[in-house]
T-cell receptor, first 112, second 117 residues
Framework: GQQLNQSPQSMFIQEGEDVSMNCTSSSIFNTWLWYKQDPGEGPVLLIA?????ELTSNGRLTAQFGITRKDSFLNISASIPSDVGIYFC????????????FGKGITLSVRP | GAVVSQHPSWVICKSGTSVKIECRSLDFQATTMFWYRQFPKQSLMLMAT?????????EQGVEKDKFLINHASLTLSTLTVTSAHPEDSSFYICSARNSGTRNQPQHFGDGTRLSIL
């Protein structure tokens, strides 16, 4: 099935640095979501975006819903060691109960 | 906030055993829940959509007789892996959203690690 494009597969940054992750699709989505998954746990919602062009922040995290509705980015500012994990983007089509399409995820490592 | 509880978190059992996994929405009602399977270092793979009061919708390639889904109430969906074999060993995760409110995202349970010996 379709999968969103997330790359690179891994990112390595220094504590305190900012990092940006992008997610693209060949299809339009009505909702974009960003999740973080720690080992052995389920994904945790970071930010949900519902409107094209929307820019939303959650603490040190900022995400935007691309104006074309085919992409989204997530920025993490002033990274800390607990930011380590796998970051997934997900798109959702029309319909509140429509299924999510996920990216492959980006594994973020933060060097102290 | 929205909480989805999954139980058990870890199961180890012998080949041929059937295993039931529960997914509960603790503080909201969910007419639809989703079941995923995740292999190491991979993304989540949707197995089926669980619909309250009706049959589940399975993704292509997922055997409905192997993975039985029941969504008998607005807060509980169960996934039963019937006659489990080692190849069924995986991380199973459910998700749900508050169906009573607009623009509510899906929230995930903590997952169930299934190991079949």
């Amino acid at each position: 099935g379709q999968q969103l494009n997330q790359s690179p597969q891994s990112m390595f940054i220094q504590e305190g640095e900012d990092v940006s992750m992008n997610c693209t699709s060949s299809s339009i989505f009505n909702t974009w979501l960003w999740y973080k998954q720690d080992p052995g746990e389920g994904p945790v919602l970071l930010i949900a975006l519902y409107k094209a062009g929307e820019l939303t922040s959650n603490g040190r995290l900022t995400a935007q819903f691309g104006i074309t509705r085919k992409d989204s980015f997530l920025n993490i500012s002033a990274s800390i060691p607990s930011d380590v994990g796998i970051y997934f983007c997900a798109g959702q089509g029309r319909g509140a109960n429509s299924k999510l399409t996920f990216g492959k995820g980006i594994t973020l490592s933060v060097r102290p | 906030g929205a909480v989805v509880s999954q139980h058990p978190s870890w199961v180890i059992c012998k080949s041929g055993t059937s295993v039931k996994i529960e997914c509960r929405s603790l503080d909201f009602q969910a007419t639809t829940m989703f079941w995923y399977r995740q292999f190491p270092k991979q993304s989540l793979m949707l197995m089926a959509t669980s619909n309250e009061g009706s049959k589940a919708t399975y993704e292509q390639g997922v055997e409905k007789d192997k993975f039985l889904i029941n969504h008998a109430s607005l807060t509980l969906s169960t996934l039963t892996v019937t006659s489990a074999h080692p190849e069924d060993s995986s991380f199973y995760i459910c998700s749900a959203r508050n169906s009573g409110t607009r623009n509510q995202p899906q929230h995930f349970g903590d997952g169930t690690r299934l190991s079949i010996l």
